[in-house]
């Protein structure tokens, strides 16, 4: 059980277009969804959090107009990377929680998705 | 603010040898602990967590960790490493008001030499 996908695995795009990337709860449905971002080598870095009907919450740093997260519904929320460039490139993973409280935290991640803006 | 150190970037072990990875972390409220491993070009797959009551627990694949308040510690142990253990281990700590949110540590590549 609380298996996450993600779709694309893999995506290139030019510099100035734009990607979406999706994110699914497939056997539960999730309060909380979560993207983050990895650089190569190192370790996971908290763009913003969202919930289902709300807008979402960025971290400080993140733009919210170049990355746009929609949570549109329990099992679903996409991440749209907005005028892509070069600097966009990295991994991105989405993590979903199926409760609140302090079982919130514990989150379940999706395979990830490669984005490379040429 | 809170903060998550594991000290070693990267270990080596033999195959069927022991192993511990560290993992300390830095604020004063009850801690809730994670342990994840990740393979190469994959998502996060969860070791095992800890949120109250038995400082020692069980995790997937013979992993266990041990939550030692007085050190900050929630250290990962194998008694008996496999080959296919080989991964990078992220340490992750959620506190009480933080919103379900986790800060992760930087992360600790295991080398498992046959």
């Known amino acids: 059980g609380a298996v996450v996908s993600q779709h694309p695995s893999w995506v290139i795009c030019k510099s100035g277009t734009s990607v979406k990337i999706e994110c699914r709860s497939l056997?539960?449905?999730?309060?909380?969804m979560f993207w983050y971002r990895q650089f190569p080598k190192q370790s996971l870095m908290l763009m913003a959090t969202s919930n289902e009907g709300s807008k979402a919450t960025y971290e400080q740093g993140v733009e919210k107009d170049k990355f746009l997260i929609n949570h549109a519904s329990l099992t679903l929320s996409t991440l749209t990377v907005t005028s892509a460039h070069p600097e966009d490139s990295s991994f991105y993973i989405c993590?979903?929680?199926?409760?609140?409280?302090?079982?919130?935290?514990?989150?379940?991640f999706g395979p990830g998705t490669r984005l490379t803006v040429t | 603010a809170q903060s998550v150190t594991q000290p070693d970037i990267h270990i080596t072990v033999s195959e069927g040898a022991s192993l511990e990875l560290r993992c300390n972390y830095s604020y004063g409220a009850t801690p809730y602990l994670f342990w994840y491993v990740q393979s190469p070009g994959q998502g996060l797959q969860l070791l095992l967590k800890y949120f109250s009551g038995d400082t020692l627990v069980q995790g997937i694949k013979g992993f266990e960790a041990e939550f030692k308040r007085s050190q900050s510690s929630f250290n990962l142990r194998k008694p008996s490493v496999h080959w296919s253990d080989a991964a990078e281990y992220f340490c992750?700590?959620?506190?009480?008001?933080?919103?379900?949110?986790?800060?992760f540590g930087t992360g600790t590549q295991l080398k498992v030499e046959l």
């Open positions: 993590s979903a929680a199926q409760t609140s409280g302090r079982r919130g935290y514990e989150q379940y």
């Open positions: 056997d539960f449905q999730a309060t909380t």
């Open positions: 992750a700590v959620g506190f009480t008001g933080g919103g379900n949110k986790l800060t």
